[in-house]
């Protein structure tokens, strides 16, 4: 029996059981204390390291449920794609977990109905990958959520995406089309499409590769919009889906309710103060981008929308796992250009620029700010992307020239990992030819 096979085997038997004990009249002696004390005893009685993993985030979704931060429609969805429990079955075998959450004593919240429904935009960029796309626009469709448009712009895909929306969502119309002529990248389209049809009062900007799971989380940030006006936008938690692994992960940003704009902006994605993964949760306030000038961005890539927006108004964020964030190892965050790097370094020059000028930011601490995510920005590249030594030499060089306080810093630690690199790579390549 495979892996697979073996814990699709043990997550059966733990909720048939459950089953079992609540229709044999012994409620008493099963809460959701017991359940997940015997999640602990799977876990603890499990040898094999993999296994083990996969059952102590078995634990911790169930948990999260009976806790209310997961709704049933991302649960059921969990159990089904990390045990393979069909569809027929699944709601049969989660009956037990659903049955001990609604039992009045768990105090649960339940969320007021709203009484407006302001129109929330949508947008999705895409580039060859049909095979996501479809899931995306699904999740986005499938929300209980009735005001929404979605702005699909593909990017001059190759791969017949064209086609899919034609069958699939020609005669949908909740969803709009756009195509290039050319290849110009995820940031300008973003852009493109929120000037042709992103009139609603909240944005969001969805990749093709992710997709919401839990049913009701639009209805959940406008609601939360609508109690905290202060806010710029609101984010909450995410599932990682390793591809190749084919194993979700809980990512959890565990961060306060509402987040000081000034405190986030000046230590965003150090301790305490994460990114939300991309921004497949993050619905974003409309006004706030407009004031945050987003039709001029040159780069309007993740950290800059977030960045930008946090130097109009504060953070929100909602605890619950609303999405399924895919890591295959294609994600742009994993294949860096030059050209991208660049252009995300000077987009930060222009953020520092309108932190002092437009928004009472002192020089100083802008100037410390600027010198930390540029540094964070260049690591990142030099470790995950630069290839070569001319890839290196060039960001030393642009260090050098924009901020030369870590230039220093920078050479002197990848000096090293860059000569790791081309030893490998030698070793690789002299493993190869002694096969041949």
Same mark, same amino acid.
């Given at each position: 029996?495979?892996?697979?096979?073996?814990?699709?085997?043990?997550?059966?038997?733990?909720?048939?059981?459950? *089953?079992? /004990?609540?229709?044999? $009249?012994?409620? #008493?002696?099963?809460? @959701?204390?017991?359940?997940?004390?015997?999640?602990?005893?799977?876990?603890?009685?499990?040898?094999?390291?993999?296994?083990?993993?996969?059952?102590?985030?078995?634990?911790?979704?169930?948990?999260?449920?009976?806790?209310?931060?997961?709704?049933?429609?991302?649960?059921?969805?969990? &159990?089904?794609?990390?045990?393979?429990?069909?569809?027929?079955?699944?709601?049969?075998?989660?009956?037990?977990?659903?049955? +001990?959450?609604?039992?009045?004593?768990?105090?649960?919240?339940?969320?007021?109905?709203?009484?407006?429904?302001?129109?929330? $935009?949508?947008?999705?960029?895409?580039? *060859?990958?049909?095979?996501?796309?479809?899931?995306?626009?699904?999740?986005?469709?499938? #929300?209980?959520?009735?005001?929404?448009?979605?702005?699909?712009?593909?990017? @001059?895909?190759?791969?017949?995406?064209?086609? &899919?929306?034609?069958?699939?969502?020609?005669?949908?119309?909740?969803?709009?089309?756009?195509?290039?002529?050319?290849?110009?990248?995820?940031?300008?389209?973003?852009?493109?499409?929120?000037?042709?049809?992103? /009139?609603?009062?909240?944005?969001?900007?969805?990749?093709?590769?992710?997709?919401?799971?839990?049913?009701?989380? +639009?209805?959940?940030?406008?609601?939360?919009?609508?109690?905290?006006?202060?806010?710029?936008?609101?984010?909450?938690?995410?599932?990682?889906?390793?591809?190749?692994?084919?194993?979700?992960?809980?990512?959890?940003?565990?961060?306060?309710?509402?987040?000081?704009?000034?405190?986030?902006?000046?230590?965003?994605?150090?301790?305490?103060?994460?990114?939300?993964?991309?921004?497949?949760?993050?619905?974003?306030?409309?006004?706030?981008?407009?004031?945050?000038?987003?039709?001029?961005?040159?780069?309007?890539?993740?950290? $800059?929308?977030?960045?930008?927006?946090?130097?109009?108004?504060?953070?929100?964020?909602?605890?619950?796992?609303?999405?399924?964030?895919?890591?295959?190892?294609?994600?742009?965050?994993?294949? &860096?250009?030059?050209?991208?790097?660049?252009?995300?370094?000077?987009?930060?020059?222009?953020?520092?620029?309108?932190?002092?000028?437009?928004?009472?930011?002192?020089?100083?601490?802008?100037?410390?700010?600027?010198?930390?995510?540029?540094?964070?920005?260049?690591?990142?590249? &030099?470790?995950?992307?630069?290839?070569?030594?001319?890839?290196?030499?060039?960001?030393?060089?642009?260090?050098?020239?924009?901020?030369?306080?870590?230039?220093?810093?920078?050479?002197?630690?990848?000096?090293?990992?860059?000569?790791?690199?081309? +030893? +490998?790579?030698?070793?690789?390549?002299?493993?190869?030819?002694?096969?041949?």
């Amino acid at each position: 029996m495979d892996h697979s096979e073996r814990l699709q085997q043990t997550c059966y038997e733990l909720l048939q059981q459950l *089953n079992d /004990d609540l229709n044999n $009249s012994r409620p #008493q002696v099963v809460d @959701c204390t017991e359940v997940l004390h015997r999640c602990q005893t799977l876990i603890h009685n499990e040898a094999n390291p993999q296994i083990k993993e996969v059952l102590a985030t078995l634990s911790e979704v169930i948990g999260a449920y009976f806790q209310g931060r997961i709704a049933e429609s991302a649960l059921l969805y969990y &159990l089904s794609e990390q045990f393979k429990i069909t569809d027929k079955d699944i709601r049969v075998l989660a009956k037990g977990l659903v049955e +001990l959450r609604t039992l009045p004593e768990n105090g649960l919240p339940t969320a007021s109905p709203l009484i407006a429904y302001p129109k929330i $935009s949508v947008i999705i960029t895409t580039y *060859n990958r049909k095979a996501f796309l479809h899931k995306a626009i699904e999740s986005i469709l499938l #929300q209980d959520y009735p005001h929404k448009e979605i702005t699909v712009i593909d990017d @001059c895909s190759t791969d017949g995406t064209d086609v &899919l929306m034609k069958i699939s969502y020609g005669d949908e119309p909740r969803v709009n089309y756009m195509r290039n002529e050319t290849n110009s990248g995820p940031g300008n389209n973003r852009r493109k499409a929120f000037a042709a049809h992103a /009139d609603g009062e909240y944005i969001l900007f969805l990749d093709d590769d992710d997709y919401l799971i839990d049913m009701n989380y +639009l209805s959940k940030a406008v609601e939360f919009h609508q109690h905290h006006p202060e806010i710029s936008f609101v984010a909450a938690n995410v599932f990682l889906e390793y591809s190749q692994s084919k194993q979700l992960k809980v990512s959890s940003l565990q961060l306060s309710e509402i987040i000081r704009k000034h405190d986030y902006f000046m230590n965003f994605e150090q301790k305490g103060y994460p990114k939300p993964a991309s921004t497949l949760t993050t619905i974003f306030k409309r006004e706030a981008l407009i004031q945050m000038d987003i039709l001029n961005m040159n780069m309007v890539n993740d950290a $800059s929308i977030y960045l930008r927006s946090l130097l109009i108004g504060d953070a929100g964020f909602i605890d619950v796992i609303a999405g399924v964030y895919r890591i295959h190892g294609n994600n742009i965050t994993f294949n &860096l250009s030059q050209g991208f790097l660049i252009e995300n370094l000077e987009e930060k020059i222009l953020i520092k620029n309108m932190a002092i000028e437009q928004y009472g930011y002192g020089k100083q601490e802008m100037n410390e700010w600027f010198n930390h995510n540029v540094y964070d920005t260049i690591s990142y590249y &030099l470790m995950n992307s630069a290839k070569t030594h001319t890839d290196f030499q060039y960001m030393y060089t642009w260090a050098h020239h924009h901020c030369p306080n870590i230039y220093y810093q920078l050479r002197s630690e990848f000096r090293v990992r860059f000569m790791k690199k081309q +030893l +490998l790579r030698v070793s690789f390549v002299r493993s190869l030819l002694n096969r041949s």
